[in-house]
């Protein structure tokens, strides 16, 4: 183990069995990612990028292999040890922003701080900062419906940062946004990248 890889990644298999035979989405994948990287993994529609994505934020477990985030071995962990390590120490992006819709964008930021036990006025004031720091502080108030889908998925990376969490996963985050949305949403991924965080 060495500290300059926040992710380490090591002989990962992954198969779905069907009821006509198994896919096998991964096939023993090795990644290692320094900490403060930006790296964006490429392949064609069903080469296992979304599949791997969900075992290093440990939504999934591996066939076969390991996860390493942050020194953190994911299959020692419980599936409640693991929910709050990656509440902690991973923001998930996804393409469909994944915002509860009875919740303002506030709220939603605030969730992973409340469900951690931070007080209501801290992790509220903290997910302004963090609205503060997408460009979104005049939408605290908005329920997702009132907001744009590149404004909703602004809202998702700030719930991503709002806990410090070390590592960054995005799964096609610009996939549902109009090229414009898209654009400012890579320049706000950039800008976190720049200020430390590993993408
Ligand atoms: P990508 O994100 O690169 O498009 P995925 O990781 O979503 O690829 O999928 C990889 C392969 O695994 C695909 O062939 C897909 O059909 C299959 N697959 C993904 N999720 C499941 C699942 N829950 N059950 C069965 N097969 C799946
Ligand atoms: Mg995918």
């Known amino acids: ?16 069995p069907m009821a006509d ?3 096998e989405a991964l096939g023993g994948v090795d990644l290692h990612i320094e900490r403060g990287a930006f790296v964006a993994i490429m392949g064609a529609s069903g ?3 979304s599949t ?17 985030v942050a020194g953190q071995d994911l299959g020692s962990l419980d599936d409640t040890a693991t929910t709050i390590f990656r509440r902690r120490k991973i923001g998930v992006v996804f393409q469909a922003f994944n ?3 009875m ?3 506030r709220e939603n930021v605030a969730l992973p701080l409340l469900l951690d036990g931070v007080p209501r006025s801290t992790a509220l004031q903290r997910a302004d900062a963090a609205l503060g720091e997408v460009g979104l502080g005049g939408r605290a108030a908005h329920l997702p419906a009132q907001l744009s889908g590149g404004e909703q998925q602004r809202v998702a990376v700030a719930r991503a940062v709002v806990t410090d969490a070390d590592l960054i996963l995005a799964d096609e985050p610009t996939g549902n946004l109009d ?21």
């Open 99 to 101: 915002l509860l819709g």
């Open 1 to 16: 183990m060495s500290d300059q890889y926040l992710v380490e990644a090591d002989g990962l298999h992954k198969r779905y």
């Open 179 to 199: 090229s414009v949305a898209a654009g400012h949403l890579s320049d706000l991924l950039r800008g976190l990248h720049a200020r430390g965080r590993t993408i």
């Open 47 to 49: 080469s296992g990028k």
């Open 103 to 105: 919740l303002s964008a």
């Open 21 to 23: 035979g198994a896919v």
């Open 52 to 68: 791997l994505l969900h075992l290093l934020a440990g939504l999934d477990r591996p066939d076969a292999g390991r996860v390493r």
